[in-house]
C-alpha cells in the first residue's frame, strides 16, 4: 500500500476526537512511554530500517537537511542533527528568534499570570515554574506555545544571546499535547513532565524562560549546559542553578522524540508579524521583537548548523 493511503488513514482517524482521544491518552502513558524510550534505542539495521519505514508511512517525515542519511536506531533518527545552515537565525538583535522547529499553538499577552493551552482553557504560569516568584518577571508579559510534531527536526536552540541562569525539573505524567487534548485536559502542560530554563538576554538584561514539556512516548530531555538527562526516575536533584553563556542559535539541547516548547518574556517584548496560531515555524525564524530601541553586537560564539 502506499504511503497516501496511510497519511488518509491517519487524517480520519486524527479527525476523531473522541478516538483520537482514547488512543492517546487513556492508555498506560507512563508505561507506554518507557517501553518507547527502550524500544527506540535498540541499536540493530532491521530495527531501525523497518521503525523508520513505518513512521514514514504515518507522517510526512523529511530527512532531506539532517547530517546523516543512515540512522543506528529509532531514537537516533528522532535526536537527528541538521547540515551545517539548515536552520539559519535571524541576524537581527531585536529580534527573539524559535528556538526550534514547531506550530504556534496559543499565544499572545499575559493576563496577570494567566495564559492559555486552548481557548477557554487558562493555566498559571506559576504552577507551569513550579514557582511563584520565578513566574513574576512574566506577569503581564509575552509568550508563544510550539508544538513539535513527531516528524520535525527535535533539536532546540538559543533564540538570542544570553546566559542560562537556573533550571528547574519537574517531574510528572505523560499525556498527550496535542490540540484534542489541550481542549479536553485542565492546566494539561502544568501536569506534565516538564522543565523550566530561565536565562537573561545580554540585551538590556531581559530574563525569559523556555518550558520543554514532555508528553506520551516523550518523557525525557538532554540539556547540553547541565550535561544532564532529565526524566520521570531522575533522581534530582530538580533546582539546578547555573551561569552558562550561550550564542543565538546556539544548540542547547534535544527531546529524546518531541513534544512542545512554550517560550516567555516580560513585558514590553511583542509577537513578530505571522506569529498565529497554526503557522509553522522553523528554528531561527523570527519569534518575539525586543522593546525598541534595545540593541547589541552578537556574542562571538561558533554556532554549528546556523549562519548566524
Not at 493576563?111 to 511563584?132: H, M, W
Request: with cysteine; charged share 20%.
Amino acid at each position: 500500500m502506499k504511503p497516501r493511503f496511510f497519511r488518509r488513514l491517519r487524517d480520519r482517524l486524527l479527525q476523531q476526537e473522541d478516538l483520537n482521544f482514547l488512543l492517546t491518552n487513556r492508555v498506560p502513558r507512563l508505561a507506554l512511554t518507557r517501553f518507547m524510550g527502550w524500544f527506540s534505542q535498540l541499536r540493530h539495521p532491521w530495527v531501525s530500517a523497518a521503525s523508520i519505514g513505518v513512521w514514514r508511512l504515518f507522517t510526512e517525515l523529511d530527512l532531506s537537511d539532517a547530517r546523516k542519511t543512515r540512522f543506528d536506531s529509532l531514537h537516533d533518527c528522532f535526536t537527528r542533527e541538521l547540515r551545517p545552515g539548515a536552520r539559519p537565525f535571524d541576524p537581527d538583535p531585536a529580534v527573539l528568534a524559535s528556538p526550534c522547529d514547531g506550530i504556534v499553538g496559543a499565544c499572545g499577552s499575559a493576563l496577570g499570570l494567566e495564559v492559555f493551552q486552548a481557548k477557554g482553557f487558562p493555566y498559571r504560569v506559576e504552577d507551569l515554574f513550579g514557582s511563584a516568584e520565578r513566574a513574576a518577571p512574566f506577569r503581564d508579559g509575552c509568550y508563544v506555545t510550539l508544538r513539535l510534531t513527531s516528524a520535525m527536526y527535535h533539536r532546540f536552540h538559543a533564540p538570542h544571546d544570553g546566559r542560562l541562569r537556573h533550571v528547574t525539573h519537574l517531574q510528572g505524567d505523560t499525556w498527550n499535547v496535542n490540540p484534542i487534548a489541550l481542549k479536553r485536559v485542565q492546566a494539561l502542560f502544568c501536569r506534565n513532565e516538564r522543565a523550566a530554563l530561565h536565562a537573561r538576554l545580554s540585551v538590556g538584561g531581559h530574563p525569559i524562560a523556555l518550558v520543554p514539556v514532555a508528553a506520551i512516548l516523550v518523557a525525557s530531555l538532554r540539556l547540553h549546559a547541565l550535561n544532564l538527562l532529565l526524566h520521570g526516575r531522575y533522581p534530582g536533584p530538580h533546582e539546578l542553578p547555573c551561569d552558562v553563556p550561550f550564542a543565538k542559535g546556539q544548540e542547547l539541547g534535544w527531546f529524546q522524540h518531541g513534544s512542545t516548547i512554550i517560550v516567555f518574556a516580560p513585558p514590553g517584548f511583542s509577537l513578530c508579524e505571522g506569529v498565529v496560531p497554526g503557522q509553522r515555524l522553523r528554528a531561527g525564524q523570527p519569534l518575539m521583537c525586543l522593546p525598541r530601541g534595545e540593541k547589541s553586537p552578537p556574542l562571538a560564539v561558533a554556532v554549528p548548523g546556523s549562519t548566524s
